[in-house]
């Protein structure tokens, strides 16, 4: 047995006639809003100021909080605080050695994460 045939029917796409229309301008943009200072201009700054503050005091928190960890580990396993590597203690090459480019990556990250947070800002005050 088979399946009646359906008619091929053709799909259409019903629309708002208003979705082509221009969107009415705002008396005032979000970046006059900035410019002059406005509690709305402040709200948004604050937004942009608490989203760097954030990630700021969580990457300091991660790198330091990394690196204070190394003496204790040190201490506290003195077989790690032993062992050598190319002829030098362990400690000193990572102490001296890796803390170094962790500083410089985690620096390169934060400028990174805080440019696209910024055009992100800018994308938003410009379409509002």
Known sequence: MSSPQRPHT???????????????P???????EIDEQSELGAVYMRSLIRTQRRLGLLLCAV???SVAALPLVFTFMPSVGA?????????WLLLGGLVFPVFVLAGWFYV????????EFAELVERS
Do not use: D, I, K, N
């Open 63 to 65: 790198v330091c909080g």
């Open 26 to 32: 705002r008396p005032y943009p979000a970046s006059r």
């Open 10 to 24: 053709q799909r259409v796409v019903v629309t708002s006639p208003r979705t082509r229309a221009p969107r009415a």
């Open 83 to 91: 062992q050598r590597l190319f002829g030098l203690p362990l400690p």
């Open 112 to 119: 990174r994460q805080v440019e696209r947070s910024e055009r």
